[in-house]
């Protein structure tokens, strides 16, 4: 699965504690995870930390993945801009492109945003095209704990009202 992490400020540190306390089944599974900003900095040293607690002699981790940590991380995450200086707007045309299974977005509904059109659009484009989406840790503990999430069996359905508008007549 190719999975987008975006969380506000005031929600990145619970973003980083559930990435965490699920990192040993994401790095499990091979999934490719895009973040924005600054919460794709603090994701890569999450997991920097997380495999060098796992293999303290990084040769260990090379003769059984074949490559550094930092390569492996860098494989793993790839970052995007800023939410406000285009970020969301990165993840929205990957939704938009197929390029995204799933949107953990941990956002703060507290306070609103400089970027809160891109913020809805989010919002709107996950729905629109049918993919997984958490706002909270909740939800996000619900999606990557279904049997579904790492099943290679699941096809996610678009809706046939996009490929409809697509070939509308006018």
């Known amino acids: 699965m190719k999975i987008a992490l975006v969380a506000h400020d005031a929600r990145k540190n619970e973003l980083i504690e559930w990435f965490k306390y699920n990192l040993t089944t994401i790095l499990d599974s091979g999934h490719q995870l895009f973040a924005t900003g600054t919460t ?21 981790f090379i003769a059984r993945f074949g490559m550094t940590i930092d390569y492996f991380v860098n494989q793993r995450i790839t970052p995007l801009l800023s939410g406000p200086l285009g970020g969301d707007q990165q993840i929205g045309a990957m939704i938009a492109e197929d390029k995204i299974d ?67 007549t006018l």
């Open 40 to 60: 794709g900095r603090l994701l890569r040293e999450a997991m920097i930390e997380h495999i060098k607690n796992d293999y303290p002699n990084e040769d260990n």
């Open 102 to 168: 799933a949107l953990i977005f941990f956002c703060d509904n507290l306070i609103t945003q400089g970027h809160q059109q891109d913020v809805g659009a989010l919002s709107r484009l996950a729905s629109l095209y049918n993919i997984a989406f958490a706002t909270n840790r909740t939800t996000a503990d619900m999606i990557i704990t279904s049997p579904l999430f790492n099943s290679g069996e699941y096809t996610r359905i678009v809706p046939t009202a996009i490929a409809n508008y697509k070939n509308r």
